[in-house]
């Protein structure tokens, strides 16, 4: 069998090493971590399969309701299905969908920026690598039918699976309210993988905790949890290994041809070195206005990223004029209580309010939720559409400040 390469990636953008292990079985027995430079660690890929692991937060975990059985005609109609539930134009989006549908129906989707995708494969690209498979580190946790969510906890930084194809990430002082929005009524028992810096004290969130401490780093949890029958490869149609994958590949040569003759031609002196950076500044600053673009997706024109940023800020905490992010989330977590039977699927915010797609079995919950949103709620509710069929009740709501 050869050995497995697995390499955890960074957020778009972020610079520094990146966590890698070799494995020789699968399932893999031992994994020890390090870190190293991403060019050097490829170094190690001749003749391994490589397994990379995306950034849980960066990825969206959704479903989607499709009339149809095979996971190539899913692939082709999901960015259609979901395309009103993001502020971004599809376009920019690229989707992976499970093999198989659930019991109910609906195929689990994952969807990811264009751009990530092209940053985190391209080092691969220029070497010809071809990785098996690029997974979201929120479905290389483990997973096990006995109604714990498993959360691995890193300083700073939580990963919660919360179902077969479900889960979020979060800062780690944030981990009760997004539990609080993910649950609805009933407090979920836990299964929380501890790494040895981690000094959180999880008995605050006052629910039914099985404590797993001493791992020695994220990456072994997901190299050893990681089974692609439980989770999502990103590598999927313009991505996929075996044609559009190298189509990209082709794309990209004249490209990385370019920046080969650059790097020769950057040895000849220091005022080559200086343009590079110069350059490298710029496409870091290009990177972090995207991101604000897409954390803000009403604020597309960046002039003063901090300034907008601090007071996009001071809006979400309600500092600023109009009643800001929180104090609707606080509304939607009384709301959710109310109407237990509907989950949360997936939540937007802009223009002052928050977009939430809801499901649920019948209508009944619908109208908890409609009396909940009362003028002392502190939220006024907007239901924007509600379709029942075969897997249940499809809901879209508008929560704006009342």
């Not at 110069?278 to 597309?300: H, M, Y």
Request: proline share 6%.
């Amino acid at each position: 069998m050869r050995e497995t390469l697995h390499i955890r990636l960074r957020e778009p953008g972020s610079p520094g090493p990146v966590a890698f292990a070799i494995t020789s079985t699968e399932p893999p027995v031992s994994v020890f971590v390090r870190e190293s430079a991403l060019e050097e660690v490829l170094d190690l890929a001749d003749q391994r399969r490589i397994l990379l692991y995306a950034p849980g937060q960066d990825v969206r975990l959704l479903t989607a309701s499709l009339p149809v059985r095979q996971a190539a005609k899913a692939l082709l109609a999901v960015p259609y299905a979901l395309e009103e539930q993001f502020a971004e134009d599809v376009e920019t989006l690229h989707f992976a969908v499970a093999a198989q549908p659930l019991a109910s129906g609906e195929w689990p989707v994952a969807v990811v920026a264009q751009a990530h995708m092209q940053e985190w494969l391209q080092p691969f690209l220029a070497r010809g690598l071809v990785p098996e498979a690029l997974i979201p580190e929120t479905l290389a946790l483990p997973w096990r039918e006995d109604g714990r969510w498993t959360v691995l906890a890193e300083p700073g930084h939580i990963s919660v699976r919360s179902g077969a194809y479900a889960g979020f990430g979060c800062l780690a002082e944030d981990l009760e309210l997004f539990l609080g929005l993910a649950e609805g009524e009933q407090k979920q028992a836990l299964r929380i993988l501890i790494g040895r810096a981690v000094e959180t004290d999880f008995t605050r969130l006052e629910r039914d905790i099985e404590l797993l401490p001493g791992l020695d780093h994220p990456l072994e949890a997901l190299a050893r949890n990681y089974r692609p029958a439980q989770s999502i490869n990103l590598l999927q149609g313009a991505w996929a290994q075996s044609q559009g994958y190298r189509k990209e590949w082709q794309a990209w040569k004249s490209v990385v041809g370019l920046v080969g003759a650059a790097l020769l031609i950057g040895a000849a002196g220091n005022g080559c070195t200086a343009l590079r950076l110069g350059q490298e500044v710029r496409a870091q600053q290009a990177t972090n206005a995207q991101r604000f673009r897409d954390l803000f997706p009403n604020e597309q024109r960046v002039v003063n990223i901090r300034a907008q940023a601090e007071q996009q800020f001071a809006i979400a905490k309600g500092t600023a004029k109009g009643a800001g992010l929180l104090p609707l989330l606080d509304a939607l977590a009384g709301g959710l209580k109310a109407a237990p039977s509907l989950q949360l699927q997936g939540m937007q915010y802009r223009e002052g309010a928050l977009f939430l797609s809801l499901t649920g079995s019948d209508l009944a919950a619908l109208d908890q939720l409609r009396a909940y949103y009362s003028p002392a709620s502190g939220a006024r509710l907007e239901v924007q559409s509600a379709n029942s069929g075969e897997g249940g009740l499809q809901i879209r709501i508008k929560l704006s400040p009342a």
